[in-house]
């Protein structure tokens, strides 16, 4: 997505090539594997060109400020050459079949360097007086002996590098006024020193010339088709050039050559429907034809020899209105700006060069632009100070080729507006910009003269006459503040909108009024008015009416660009603008049509007063000079006499004061010298004793200096003598330190795991009695069944000692949990200082650290594995052992709930106490069932004989099966917190590792 700006091929692999883009970088790809092989930066400009080396190892990359060197191996910048901001550089480039680097800067001076070493071999001599020119394009020999440069001038220069003399000055025809590229035509029998040099010029034509003899061989390319760059063949068998149209012509240098000086004819085909061929609308053609046109030294026989196939095609006169040039539409066109509202901006330019079927008059704007500068225009800086001095010179250049087509411009103020917004968009082609100006000039600015030089009363007066049909309240306050439409129109139409619109607006606004009928110019400067009428409607000074139309407004002019075409389609005919303008009229191709709608006797006479008045204030000046000029000179004489005679009286007061003094002067000379002679007689003792003093006072302060010295050698050998010794110490001690370490850290290690192994030992056992406890109270939960009858006359006492004992077992439980817990804490905290302890001691010796460390991990890792293992399998066991335990506590549970449930229905429907031996019966039974199935709990001891016993071993086994299920739960707990604390705080390898992971 970036612009090229240089290309180069011809490196070592010749699968890559370089190539200089828009963002100053240069980068290296690879055409067989269509990637990117390598990215270069250091240009802060963009890179204008690209010099290869002949070994293709090395390559020279050119900006406006620097050049720089590339091996083109490693990729990486071996030197810049680096010049001062006023200086530029123009091209820096290797000589062919040499080790020279040539470079060109733009004050014309031309250096030679090695390109081994990089120092300046030499440079070449300033040329002589009056040959000199602004060097631009350079071309050497293939043997690198001649060097040709050109610039803006019909001339060139030949330079011998050898005796690096100037030996010849080429002058082209008088049609050359510059020179864009310069290239030697190869020859396989010329050994290098080529003879035939390419010259492409302004005028977009290439001429050929032999340097020895200046004679014209042959050109190619022409004013109707312009050439725009130009490249020959290694072998010189061929030269391609890219056209201003667009197109790719490949020229035989052989038929140049020997066919009479005129190119070959390439054949081509074209075919092209009936939206293609705006000429020839009628037929389906398809063109042979040679795609050269006439030279003006060709014979009248040899014409472009052409052939047109017709086919007959059924077309209307409206599809040959519509048809433009470059094969468009106007009908498509209106549709696609219809849907869109603009054309696309890539191809804005195009479609209006279509719009406007611009004749593109090369040679009728070169006579107008070879006229200069029109006088009205010469000082146009003062009146519009633009601050690109190109921009500035492109509105010269076309506002002067306006004024030589026709004098009104130069006396219109106006023009420059109208013409600014053109020139700055098309200021890189002159001639289609000032075509454009002119176009819109005919058209659009139809009846703007007739009342030269007051405003066009005439189109003011369509414009308010349509606002007055579709706004009449609009018109009538405006009537009211005395604001005119030279206040509300005239500024819109004399600056084309400019002023009040943004660039991409003007833009979409121009892109319907060039689509349209001239009348929809007028159209759109009444929607602006129409469309701002809130605003206006507001104002009641004239001067805010002026200031809205000269700045720009909140004001979307997509509703702008609609409401015109709403204008167009509902104003009535009598007053519609379209009456009294014509249709658009394109201009004339070869010559431009005369412009004389104007009152002419105005200019003329407004031109004679002019120059009049202009000779007259010449006249004015002159006399006025010389009168200037003798008073001056009177007052200079008189001054002169005067100030004459006061220095002369000045000079005489002065002699005679300077005698007196120089006699003043010899008295006190002779005292001074006596003075100054007894002064130095002094200053020559006290030197001499000055200096004895010094150098008595130097020397021993260097024998100080010594001994300083020495003894300074003496304290740093003791010094020195004192660290090692204590280093050595040290050594010794940290060593002993580290290995008693290492021994500490052993046996603490071996603490650890006899712990942890003490640990799970207790965990067994602990868990063994658990479930011990569980066989033994479920044990003792059917001895109680079968004991139910012998308890019946104790059961209130032993009710409350089952509570006294279920109290203190909770007791004792909560008692057992709270010691295990501070143990664990307690334990837990020694770990914590032990762990903190070791890692002071770890982080002095890291090696044997990292060696304990990985023991330990390794250690841990296979009783962590056992563990696994064990906790595994003991969970399984645990699992299926709860399963069946749920599975007996509920069937248990659902057989008591029934029983509690029968036996009091039975009480609330009969009330008879003797239904309750049955229901003891019943219970038995149920028990025996229960037996049964579970296997478990044995209900044989159940006497049926015993009155209300049922209800009360119900409510024993429920309180017992609570019991149970609290123990269950106590045990599990208590199990995992031991296990939690055996994983998390016993292993001193997990904490350390934790902390000193390598």
């Not at 038995?924 to 199935?933: D, V, Y």
């Amino acid at each position: 997505m970036q612009a090229c700006t240089a290309l180069a091929f011809n490196l070592r692999r010749k699968t890559e090539f370089l190539v200089a883009l828009a963002d100053y970088s240069i980068k290296c790809f690879d055409t067989e594997t269509q990637e990117l092989v390598s990215w270069m930066r250091g240009h802060d400009s963009s890179v204008s060109s690209i010099s290869v080396h002949g070994s293709g190892r090395y390559a020279i990359t050119t900006s406006t400020d620097t050049a720089q060197l590339w091996d083109l191996d490693t990729f990486q910048r071996k030197r810049k050459l680096n010049v001062r901001q006023s200086v530029g550089i123009q091209k820096v480039f290797f000589l062919p079949l040499s080790n020279t680097i040539l470079s060109c800067f733009k004050d014309n001076s031309v250096f030679a360097w090695e390109f081994d070493t990089l120092r300046c071999k030499y440079q070449l001599p300033t040329p002589v007086e009056g040959s000199a020119l602004q060097y631009k394009v350079f071309a050497v020999t293939r043997d690198g002996r001649i060097f040709v440069a050109g610039g803006k001038s019909n001339r060139l220069h030949l330079w011998c590098l050898e005796s690096r003399k100037l030996i010849r000055i080429i002058q082209m025809p008088a049609k050359v006024r510059a020179v864009r590229h310069l290239e030697f035509l190869p020859d396989s029998f010329d050994g290098g020193s080529n003879q035939v040099l390419g010259v492409l010029s302004q005028d977009n034509i290439m001429r050929f010339i032999n340097i020895e003899t200046c004679k014209l061989l042959f050109d190619i390319g022409s004013h109707e088709e312009g050439i725009s760059t130009a490249a020959i063949s290694p072998n010189g068998r061929y030269i391609a050039s890219v056209m201003e149209n667009g197109s790719l012509n490949l020229y035989s240098v052989q038929a140049l050559t020997q066919e009479g000086n005129q190119p070959p004819p390439p054949t081509f085909k074209v075919v092209e429907n009936r939206s293609r061929c705006p000429s020839e609308a009628n037929k389906l053609t398809m063109r042979v034809t040679s795609g050269r046109s006439e030279r003006p030294w060709k014979s009248k026989e040899s014409k472009i020899q052409s052939r047109l196939l017709k086919l007959q095609v059924n077309t209307s006169p409206e599809n040959k209105e519509n048809e433009l040039p470059g094969g468009l539409n106007k009908k498509r066109l209106r549709a696609l700006l219809k849907g869109f509202g603009e054309y696309p901006a890539k191809y804005r330019m195009f479609v209006w060069r279509s719009l406007l079927q611009l004749p593109e008059n090369y040679l009728a704007f070169s006579s107008l632009i070879d006229k200069g500068t029109h006088s009205a225009f010469v000082n146009i800086q003062n009146e519009y100070p633009i601050k690109s001095q190109k921009l500035l010179r492109v509105l010269q250049r076309t506002l002067s080729a306006l004024a030589h087509w026709s004098a009104i411009f130069a006396e219109t103020p106006y023009i420059p507006l109208l013409a600014f917004p053109f020139v700055k968009l098309f200021q890189n082609n002159q001639l289609i910009c000032f075509e454009v100006v002119a176009t819109v000039v005919v058209n659009l600015c139809q009846h703007w003269f007739e009342y030269f030089p007051n405003p066009p009363v005439n189109v003011l007066s369509m414009m308010e006459n349509v606002l007055a049909h579709h706004d009449k309240e609009l018109l009538q306050h405006l009537i009211k503040h005395n604001v005119t439409a030279q206040v509300y129109a005239w500024p819109l139409l004399e600056t084309l909108f400019s002023e009040v619109l943004t660039r991409e607006e003007w833009l979409k606004v121009f892109d319907n009024i060039f689509s349209n009928h001239p009348s929809y110019f007028l159209m759109i400067v009444v929607s602006y008015i129409i469309c701002s009428r809130g605003p206006l409607l507001h104002c009641d000074q004239k001067a805010d009416f002026e200031y809205f139309f000269h700045h720009r407004n909140n004001l979307d002019i997509n509703v702008v660009i609609k409401e015109a075409y709403h204008l167009m389609e509902t104003t009535p005919l009598d007053i519609h603008p379209q009456r009294m303008l014509d249709d658009f009229i394109p201009l004339t191709k070869g010559q431009y049509p005369v412009f004389n709608k104007y009152p002419k006797f105005i200019v003329d006479y407004k031109t004679q007063e002019w120059e009049r008045i202009r000779q007259d204030e010449i006249e004015y000046l002159r006399e006025r000079q010389l009168a200037h000029e003798l008073e001056a000179k009177a007052q200079q004489w008189k001054a002169e006499d005067e100030a004459w005679y006061r220095k002369q009286e000045l000079l005489r007061e002065a002699e005679e004061q300077r005698r007196k003094m120089l006699l003043e002067e010899e008295e006190k000379l002779a005292e001074q010298r006596q003075r100054l002679a007894a002064v130095k007689r002094e200053l020559k003792v006290k030197e001499l004793q000055f200096l004895d003093a010094s150098r008595r006072r130097f020397l021993k302060y260097q024998q100080e200096q010594r001994q300083m010295e020495l003894k300074r050698l003496g304290d740093d050998i003791a010094r020195k003598a004192s660290m090692r010794e204590q280093e050595t110490a040290a050594a010794i001690r940290d060593v002993e330190v580290q290995r008693m370490e290492l021994e500490s850290q052993r046996q603490i290690f071996e603490q650890h795991l006899i712990k942890d192994q003490e640990a799970a030992t207790k965990e067994m056992k602990e868990e063994v009695d658990a479930c011990r406890r569980k066989v033994d109270l479920e044990d003792h939960l059917v001895q109680r069944w079968m004991e139910v009858d012998r308890e019946e006359k104790q059961k209130a006492q032993k009710v409350a000692e089952e509570n006294l004992a279920k109290a203190e077992q909770k007791r004792l439980d909560t008692d057992w949990r709270l010691r295990a817990l501070h143990k664990l804490k307690g334990g837990d905290q020694a770990c914590e200082k032990r762990y903190q302890e070791i890692a002071k001691l770890l982080h002095d010796n890291r090696v044997k650290e990292a060696e304990l460390l990985e023991a330990m991990r390794e250690a841990e890792e296979k009783k962590w594995e056992e563990v696994t293992q064990k906790k595994a399998q003991l969970e399984a066991e645990e699992k299926a052992a709860a399963a069946a335990d749920e599975h007996r506590k509920q069937f248990l549970e659902d057989k008591m709930n029934d029983t509690f449930e029968l036996a009091e229905k039975l009480q609330r429907e009969d009330g008879c106490f003797e239904r309750l031996c049955d229901l003891k019966a019943g219970c038995a039974e149920r028990g025996a069932e229960l037996q049964q199935e579970s296997g478990n709990i044995c209900l044989d001891g159940f006497s049926p004989s015993e009155s209300s016993s049922h209800v009360s071993l119900g409510r024993r086994g429920e309180e017992l099966a609570r019991r149970e299920r609290a123990l269950l739960a106590g045990v599990r707990r208590l199990r995992q917190e031991l296990a939690s604390r055996a994983r998390s705080g016993r292993s001193p390898a997990r904490f350390t590792a934790t902390k000193w992971t390598p």
